[in-house]
């Protein structure tokens, strides 16, 4: 091989490497752009600045909490309680600001959050019960005292304090955006740049290995579904102050979106693999798809299906393409 093709050979194959490292943010990327364009030429609305910032704005609790249910879903656990948990930190918010100082009925809501997160992680870690198991007990229970300490009501928020949190604009864009937006940032960093993220994919591809080497395998399951407790309880907060209102009903069936986005992003439901960048395009480009849709005049019955074929689609391609070109780039 000469020297001028030498070069050129090591580019292509650190492309193949890229390519195979990224394929299913890859992936997700290309859907969103072609879904993006496909909405763009078929109705005038979908590209206006308007309709945009509300698609981002809308979209904000599913990416807060996808970014931690990356983590969770990497190492091989999964949690179900997070739609339930949006509805408790929800009313419990609306309650405890309408009579009380707003900074405790935040902080309160978020302490909620952490809790139900301790719970589920110390009996699915400690306990040594299966996550699905203890989340969809929790999904239950932690609704149904949402229900209890609402009777069913919806409780009006009108503290100037919380309300900036889900109505605020900065540089033309709501805060709901901003702040998912950070918790994508922070999510990413520690996922790629930190040892607890190296952890977390370590626990759900060899938790054996890694137990050996003396980490405590327990308890990093534990921190992980702490983690998306209280991140489910700040899309809760956000929810709430957005509607300006917290109701018990809120986040009915969330999780299932937030676990179709992540999925959608390229982490395995395995574990041993995930991307916080490719969860926030899955949760937006779910959010594109039903603004999209709904913008067309289609049947809105017609969305969750819409959604259901684009998410085998994708968990397709990212299980055999992805498998293909990985090999490849190795050989």
Not at 41 to 62: C, H, I, K, S, Y
Not at 182 to 188: I, N, S
Not at 241 to 266: C, D, K, P, Q
């Given at each position: 091989?000469s020297a001028?093709t030498?070069?050129?050979?090591?580019?292509?194959?650190?492309?193949?490497t890229?390519?195979?490292?990224n394929?299913?943010?890859l992936s997700?990327g290309v859907?969103?752009?072609?879904?993006v364009?496909?909405f763009s030429?078929?109705?005038?609305?979908?590209?206006?600045t308007e309709?945009l910032?509300?698609?981002?704005r809308?979209?904000?609790p599913?990416v807060?909490v996808a970014?931690a249910?990356?983590?969770?879903?990497t190492?091989?656990?999964?949690?179900?309680?997070v739609?339930?948990?949006?509805?408790l930190?929800?009313?419990v918010?609306?309650?405890l600001?309408?009579?009380?100082?707003?900074l405790?009925a935040?902080?309160?809501?978020l302490?909620?959050?952490a809790?139900v997160?301790?719970?589920?992680?110390?009996f699915a870690?400690?306990g040594?019960?299966?996550s699905?198991?203890?989340?969809l007990?929790?999904l239950?229970?932690?609704?149904?005292?949402?229900l209890?300490?609402?009777?069913?009501?919806?409780t009006p928020?009108?503290s100037p304090?919380?309300l900036?949190l889900?109505q605020?604009q900065?540089l033309?864009?709501?805060?709901?955006t901003?702040?998912?937006l950070?918790t994508?940032v922070?999510g990413w960093?520690?996922?790629t740049?930190?040892r607890?993220?190296r952890?977390?994919?370590?626990?759900g591809?060899?938790?054996?290995?890694?137990?050996r080497?003396?980490?405590d395998?327990?308890?990093?399951?534990l921190?992980v579904?702490v983690?998306?407790?209280?991140?489910?309880?700040?899309a809760?907060?956000?929810?709430?102050t957005?509607l300006?209102?917290g109701?018990?009903n809120?986040?009915?069936?969330?999780e299932?979106?937030?676990?179709?986005?992540?999925?959608?992003g390229?982490?395995?439901?395995m574990?041993?693999r995930?991307s916080?960048v490719?969860?926030?395009?899955?949760a937006?480009t779910?959010?594109v798809?039903?603004?999209g849709?709904?913008?067309?005049r289609?049947?809105?019955y017609?969305?969750?299906?819409?959604?259901g074929?684009i998410l085998?689609?994708?968990i397709?391609?990212?299980?055999?393409?992805?498998?293909?070109?990985?090999?490849r780039s190795?050989?």
């Amino acid at each position: 091989m000469s020297a001028t093709t030498a070069p050129a050979a090591d580019r292509r194959a650190t492309r193949a490497t890229f390519v195979a490292k990224n394929f299913p943010v890859l992936s997700i990327g290309v859907v969103l752009a072609v879904l993006v364009l496909f909405f763009s030429v078929r109705t005038d609305a979908f590209m206006t600045t308007e309709n945009l910032v509300n698609v981002l704005r809308q979209v904000a609790p599913t990416v807060i909490v996808a970014t931690a249910m990356t983590f969770v879903i990497t190492t091989g656990q999964i949690d179900l309680s997070v739609g339930s948990v949006v509805g408790l930190t929800a009313a419990v918010l609306a309650l405890l600001a309408k009579d009380g100082n707003p900074l405790v009925a935040l902080l309160s809501a978020l302490a909620i959050g952490a809790l139900v997160g301790v719970v589920n992680g110390l009996f699915a870690a400690y306990g040594r019960l299966q996550s699905f198991i203890i989340t969809l007990a929790a999904l239950t229970a932690v609704r149904g005292v949402a229900l209890l300490v609402t009777q069913g009501y919806s409780t009006p928020i009108t503290s100037p304090v919380l309300l900036p949190l889900g109505q605020g604009q900065l540089l033309g864009i709501y805060t709901p955006t901003w702040i998912a937006l950070g918790t994508v940032v922070a999510g990413w960093y520690v996922f790629t740049q930190t040892r607890f993220g190296r952890y977390v994919v370590a626990v759900g591809s060899n938790a054996e290995s890694l137990r050996r080497s003396g980490v405590d395998i327990r308890r990093m399951q534990l921190m992980v579904l702490v983690l998306t407790g209280v991140f489910a309880a700040l899309a809760g907060v956000v929810t709430a102050t957005r509607l300006a209102s917290g109701s018990s009903n809120s986040g009915t069936a969330f999780e299932l979106e937030v676990i179709t986005a992540v999925v959608l992003g390229g982490t395995s439901l395995m574990g041993g693999r995930g991307s916080v960048v490719g969860s926030a395009l899955g949760a937006v480009t779910l959010g594109v798809i039903s603004n999209g849709l709904v913008l067309l005049r289609v049947d809105v019955y017609w969305v969750p299906i819409v959604q259901g074929v684009i998410l085998v689609g994708a968990i397709f391609a990212n299980s055999r393409l992805f498998g293909r070109i990985l090999r490849r780039s190795r050989s």
